[in-house]
């Protein structure tokens, strides 16, 4: 059984920056897709950035490009999430997700909570202004 543990949320005055980390218990995704998502209180799950593990391919959304990096480190078999220049409505709480399919090298994962089926249980990040 997979196990994602995120760490690394809080809070922070906009523009400030914070690093979240995504830790997994067996790091078999060498080859699909992992992400991260987040959630603020009464909207649906947003998809923020994704990383196919093979390629090396990123997806992020129209909200966070430019300002927000994924990355990952396969010897520490760990994601993280690079936030800079956060604003008040970066405020949610953030899950990591992970894919068990293998996907090719050129694959770009999309923002879609129906494909991932493993997820951390969220950490918190507050932003205010």
């Known amino acids: 059984q997979v196990q994602l543990v995120e760490s690394g949320g809080g809070s922070v005055q906009a523009g400030g920056s914070l690093r979240l980390s995504c830790a997994a218990s067996?790091?078999?995704?060498?080859?699909?897709?992992m992400g991260w998502f987040r959630q603020a209180p009464g909207k649906e799950r947003e998809g923020v950035a994704f990383?196919?593990?093979?390629?090396?391919?990123?997806y992020y959304s129209d909200s966070v490009k430019g300002r927000f990096t994924i990355s990952q480190d396969n010897a520490e078999n760990t994601l993280y999430l690079q936030m800079n220049s956060v604003k008040p409505e970066d405020t949610a709480t953030y899950y990591c997700?992970?894919?068990?399919?293998?996907?090719?090298?050129?694959?770009?994962?999309?923002?879609?909570?129906?494909?991932?089926?493993?997820w951390g249980q969220g950490t918190q990040v507050t932003v205010s202004s």
């Open positions: 067996v790091y078999t995704y060498r080859r699909t897709c």
């Open positions: 990383i196919n593990t093979r390629g090396g391919n990123t």
């Open positions: 997700a992970a894919d068990s399919r293998a996907v090719v090298g050129l694959y770009i994962c999309p923002p879609d909570t129906n494909k991932y089926n493993y």
